[in-house]
């Protein structure tokens, strides 16, 4: 069965770089027909779609996100990373990293870890 972990420090200061990792196990991220999906939940703005990468290793991002946000992988560590620029504390939410049969659904999601942006 396909487990994903995500890891992180769990406070940032504004400004700086937000950087979350998720391990993937049971599975590989160089697996075709899959995406993998950075997303986030906070109690003002619910879930938030924030974007993938692919098995060919091309990313996507939410206009939401895009001017600011890199997501990568390392295909020798089964991981892929999420970075969030330049942050806010309106960027205080729990961090999910999911693997997306398509666009819009995901069959395995992390636990989620909460990242905090506050001085």
């Known amino acids: 069965q396909v487990q994903l972990q995500e890891s992180g420090p769990g406070l940032v200061k504004p400004s700086q770089t937000l950087s979350v990792t998720c391990t993937v196990s049971?599975?590989?991220?160089?697996?075709?027909?899959?995406?993998w999906t950075w997303i986030r939940q906070s109690p003002g703005k619910g879930l938030e779609w924030i974007g993938y990468?692919?098995?060919?290793?091309?990313?996507y991002y939410s206009p939401s996100f895009k001017s600011r946000t890199s997501i990568s992988r390392d295909a020798s560590k089964n991981q892929f990373t999420l970075q969030l620029s330049s942050v806010t504390p309106e960027d205080t939410a729990v961090y999910y990293c999911?693997?997306?049969?398509?666009?819009?659904?995901?069959?395995?999601w992390g636990q989620g870890t909460q990242v905090t942006v506050s001085s």
């Open positions: 990468i692919g098995y060919s290793n091309s990313p």
């Open positions: 999911a693997r997306g049969r398509d666009y819009d659904t995901w069959d395995y």
């Open positions: 049971g599975g590989s991220v160089t697996t075709a027909s899959y995406y």
